[in-house]
């Protein structure tokens, strides 16, 4: 099967890799240079979804030695100072024996491996320009150009779409009275935050405030930063020295209501984005890729290959909708700060502390989607 995949970044990278494992040959465009696509200042939250994708297609092995495994999520609320932990056991049994929780990655590391296997496949051909010359040429074509995609707004694909009254903020901190395998998604009325470890003392912060108050916090000097930062992390935590300069940016939700258009099928955030602070938004781009490949795989679709647009949107709808419906419920559960909202919070929080197995659904569900 000849396939075009019009955007390389960590999704249609990865779909290139995976489709051209399946059989087929994929030229794989981007306006972007190697360099522009490595060089970009993220950190990810990795799961089991993920961790299974990229065994499968053989990444795996050489990705995890630059990955930081963690073997606690703690989770707070702050508006009832209370706080219950995930944990190895609360992963499925087959989850268990690889001993995380889940990985942080940094994107420089994901993305020069990936282009390195890329550029090994002689069934990939990297095509430097935005333009296809010839749809014609292709039985199917992917569109993982992003959440601005321009090939969605060629096509005139409708998606519902917001901005969140948020900015983003990350930065890079070496932290004091924190473990190095425990990661924190913390829940106050500003917006949710998360504590992510880089190794050693390193860690990396992703918060979510408000624009007025999230503007004035970039315009701190770092030593003011880091005093902010001191007000806003758990007890016990003290952040040491700020690396680097902290990035912030807008906050948007997309869900596209079709995952195709004709035999255009729309990958990772060309179809949906989330709110970071969940750490979804990669790995459900990620499963996007596995579905596909698994129905470019069936033997019966191979011939009929008009029909698997439809079919995936079909696969993908209820696993993108809920873990949306999903990420935007946390951030609007941490800025419920009302008091109407106390009772249903410490409940919800008592039973996530003292129920083993709800805690283990709701982690299976962030870490294997739907
Ligand atoms: C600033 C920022 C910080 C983020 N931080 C986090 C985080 O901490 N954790 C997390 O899980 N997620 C984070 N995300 C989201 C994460 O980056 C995405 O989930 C992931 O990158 C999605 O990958 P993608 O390949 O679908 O889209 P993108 O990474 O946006 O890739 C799209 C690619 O398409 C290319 N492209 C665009 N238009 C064209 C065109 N016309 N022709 C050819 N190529 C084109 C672009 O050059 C780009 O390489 C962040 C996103 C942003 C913007």
Redesign the pocket.
């Known amino acids: 099967m000849n396939i075009a995949i019009?955007?390389?970044?960590?999704?249609?990278?990865l779909a290139a890799i995976s489709l051209a494992n399946a059989g087929c040959r994929v030229d794989l465009?981007?306006?972007?240079t190697d360099e522009?696509?490595i060089n970009?200042d993220?950190?990810?939250?990795i799961t089991h979804s993920s961790r299974k994708i990229l065994q499968k297609i053989g990444i795996w092995s050489y990705l995890v030695s630059d990955l930081v495994p963690f073997q606690y999520l703690n989770v707070i609320d702050y508006e009832l100072n209370k706080k219950f932990q995930f944990l190895i056991n609360d992963l499925s049994i087959s989850d268990r024996m690889y001993s995380a929780v889940g990985w942080i990655a940094e994107?420089k590391n994901v993305m020069l491996l990936i282009l390195d296997f890329i550029s090994d496949m002689e069934n990939i051909n990297k095509i430097p320009?935005?333009?296809i010359p010839n749809t014609n040429n292709y039985d199917l074509i992917i569109a993982?150009?992003?959440?601005?995609?321009?090939?969605r707004k060629k096509l005139k694909t409708p998606s519902f779409k917001f901005y969140y009254d948020q900015i983003?903020i990350?930065a890079k901190v070496l932290l004091r009275g924190v473990k190095s395998n425990e990661a924190y998604e913390i829940f106050n009325s500003e917006g949710p935050f998360a504590v992510l470890p880089l190794g050693g003392d390193l860690f990396?912060i992703?918060c979510s405030q408000s624009i007025e108050k999230g503007t004035y916090n970039m315009s701190l000097t770092k030593a003011s930063f880091l005093d902010y930062l001191s007000t806003i992390l758990p007890y016990g935590v003290e952040p040491d020295t700020l690396i680097g300069e902290p990035?912030s940016?807008p906050i948007n939700f997309l869900l596209n209501y079709s995952f195709f258009s004709g035999k255009y099928i729309y990958?990772?955030?060309?179809a949906h984005?989330v709110h970071?602070v969940g750490?979804?938004?990669?790995?459900l781009?990620w499963r996007d890729v596995d579905c596909l490949t698994r129905l470019i795989s069936f033997p019966l679709l191979k011939n009929n290959h008009s029909i698997i647009p439809f079919i995936y949107s079909l696969l993908r709808i209820v696993d993108v909708l809920s873990i949306s419906v999903l990420t935007d419920s946390l951030v609007r559960y941490s800025r419920s700060n009302f008091n109407i909202f106390v009772l249903p919070r410490k409940v919800l929080f008592f039973i996530l502390r003292n129920s083993p197995i709800i805690r283990k659904c709701i982690l299976n569900l962030m870490t294997n989607g739907f």
């Open positions: 019009i955007g390389s970044g960590l999704t249609g990278s465009y981007d306006r972007f522009e696509l970009r993220r950190t990810y939250a994107h320009t935005s333009v993982a150009d992003g959440s601005n995609s321009n090939t983003c990350t990396q992703i990035i940016f990958l990772g955030e060309t984005k970071p750490g979804q938004g990669l790995n781009c």
